[in-house]
């Protein structure tokens, strides 16, 4: 499979359609980030400098169709999911939930058949440029 992409609003009502349509079984890694109104992402502080791409949370899905909804559920305010670590830690947090508000909350998907090694590569960049992990990522 080739990686191809696409931006999706967490909270948009027809998420599970729209990926369904993008990706069908398909998995890959995905990235979350904030970006409010005319397009302004927010940025992210890290130890080392300011994550300007504003990554919130780097994952891993064998179906994105299962795993992006089970963050969805988990940082939606009207769920309370708590089967996906990056949104319970959302949820935990209320200077998270001012800071990157859930419906300014979007999720970029990268389909690709090599997604063990591509989210372990993500994840080791991010640290060596940044110093630590994504904030609502966990050490595992």
Known sequence: ??????NYRLSD???????????GDGGGIYELYCMLPKTEIVAVKQMHKTDAMGT???GRAQ????EV???KKAMA????SLNHEGGVRYMDSETLQEKYPYEHLYVELHGTD???EMESEKLKSYVKEFGE???LNMMS
Do not use: G
């Open 13 to 23: 009502s027809r998420l599970w359609q729209r990926i369904n349509r993008d990706f």
């Open 56 to 58: 919130l949370y780097i």
């Open 69 to 71: 909804i089970e963050l």
């Open 114 to 116: 090599k997604s063990v």
């Open 77 to 80: 305010p009207d769920d309370s």
């Open 63 to 66: 179906k994105f169709c299962d």
């Open 1 to 6: 499979m080739k990686t191809r992409s696409a």
């Open 133 to 135: 992990l994504p904030p």
